[in-house]
């Protein structure tokens, strides 16, 4: 049974909209496309490379996917790191409106969510693998379908834009699991699925 891996790139404040280039999701007006490019040095493409060795399956948003399947179809170098195991891998899509995907190795999961992503987690070899997808993620986290988060937080502001978890996400625990700092200030963190939060208080000493 394989681990469901959510890697998502956010900024300082928890934007996660169009990190990879201004045209990339313009939804609400969006204008700083692209944040995350001026931040990808050589310890950054080390972690992401190392993430995409351990792959057996995807499961993308529907915007993620349209994203994705314009871009690395058409990279067909068999060597690349990213492109290799994106194109030739089975890759899933939750959606109701998509119904002839254009990338080959696509099924759309039209059904329950829950269901279909535990079924895909049981009959998959290796880690299944969701990349960007915020809302998607946010819904996975919801069902406590996500086994592990790699947040990579980049040193930026922006103000606008659609945020990982915005208001009414689901109260979620995590157990920090290990992370690095790259040399271009990126912190890339990675945390285990835990629970519900705990709570708790200080309270002021007692009077002697």
């Known amino acids: 049974m394989g681990k469901l891996v959510s890697t998502l790139f956010v900024t300082l404040d928890g934007v996660y909209q169009a990190p990879g280039g201004p045209q990339e999701d313009t939804r609400g007006g969006f204008t700083h496309g692209g944040w995350s490019f001026p ?42 790191p990213v492109a290799s195991p994106l194109n030739s891998l089975p890759k899933y899509v939750p959606s109701s409106t998509l119904t002839d995907p254009p990338w080959a190795g696509t099924t759309v999961l039209s059904g329950d969510l829950a269901e279909e992503v535990a ?70 963190q990675t945390y285990d699925l835990k629970g519900r939060p705990e709570y708790g208080e200080f309270a002021l000493p007692q009077d002697a």
């Open 39 to 80: 931040y990808a040095d050589e310890d950054f493409g080390r972690f992401i490379g190392e993430v995409f060795t351990r792959p057996g399956a995807f499961l993308l948003g529907r915007r993620t996917y349209d994203i994705f399947a314009t871009y690395w179809p058409k990279v067909t170098d068999p060597g690349d």
């Open 119 to 188: 079924a895909v987690k049981e009959r998959t070899d290796g880690e299944v693998q969701v990349h960007g997808s915020g809302a998607l993620v946010r819904s996975l986290l919801a069902l406590d379908l996500v086994d592990t988060l790699h947040l990579l937080t980049f040193p930026v502001v922006l103000g606008s834009g659609f945020r990982l978890f915005s208001e009414g996400t689901v109260p979620t625990a995590f157990e920090h699991a290990g992370g690095s700092v790259t040399g271009a200030g990126v912190s890339i």
